[in-house]
């Protein structure tokens, strides 16, 4: 039978968007958790990340590539900065607005879009940088009585950091989207169900530490 993947995509980008409500209903009821806004904008913006960048076509690139690699940048910032918020941190926006604006200077500049290596290295740096710096700022926040839900969660943003580090060796080497060698659907499909798996244990673990933090109370 076929891989269908359209339907796959559709029904990831759902699940992902489904999870980002989630994230808003909570907070309806924690409004104090201003942490949990930052972390539905990761659920979206990483499903709009997921339906633009695998959509890629040459005739496309300007949208798949570069619009869909500047999302993936906003969906990692989100990452960090939800949990500075988590932290009591300000958000720092001119970090944001500093990689976006050098992406959009290296598509102007260069011919970054005709390439998938560009992308897949900013991606990786960025995936580094602020799923990594996520991490340590969710470690930092508190030091006793951290939640199994939190430990969680610190433990699953590192991982996904450390695939991004793992990556670059192999960034030649690799097919896209895991690399910048050109791929195929089954590789596509076990991108969106690495995400989707990233995803859904991010929200139960979100739910788990809440739980265990009303449960202390």
């Known amino acids: 039978m076929p891989l269908d993947f359209s339907a796959m995509l559709a029904l990831s980008c759902a699940v992902t968007a489904l999870q980002g ?30 339906f ?29 900065s939800s949990s500075r918020v988590f932290a009591g941190k300000p958000v720092i926006w001119a970090a ?37 710096g996520g991490a340590l700022e969710q470690f930092r926040a508190r030091r006793d009585g951290r939640t199994f839900g939190e430990w969680g969660v610190i433990v699953l943003y590192a991982a996904v950091a450390l695939f991004f580090a793992a990556r670059l060796p192999f960034i030649l080497l690799w097919p896209f989207p895991f690399g910048a060698q050109e791929g195929n659907a089954a590789w596509l499909a076990v991108f969106v169900v690495g995400l989707d798996v990233a995803a859904i244990l991010l929200t139960a673990l979100t739910v788990l530490g809440l739980r265990d933090e009303e449960v202390a109370a």
Do not use: H, K, N, Y
């Not at 409500?21 to 942490?35: D, G, K, P, T, Y």
């Not at 959509?55 to 960090?80: C, H, K, N, P």
């Not at 200077?105 to 970054?112: E, N, S, Y």
């Open 21 to 50: 409500a989630i994230m808003l209903v909570l907070w309806q009821s924690r409004r104090r958790a201003l942490w949990l806004p930052w972390r539905a904008a990761t659920f979206a913006l990483g499903g709009a990340f997921l």
């Open 52 to 80: 633009l960048f695998v959509i890629d076509d040459e005739s496309m690139r300007q949208i798949s590539i570069g619009l869909g690699t500047a999302t993936f940048i906003a969906a990692t910032f989100t990452v960090w």
């Open 96 to 132: 944001l607005i500093a990689a976006l604006g050098i992406w959009a200077g290296l598509g102007i500049l260069t011919d970054t879009l005709g390439s998938l290596l560009p992308a897949a290295l900013v991606q990786s740096l960025a995936g580094i940088a602020w799923i990594g």
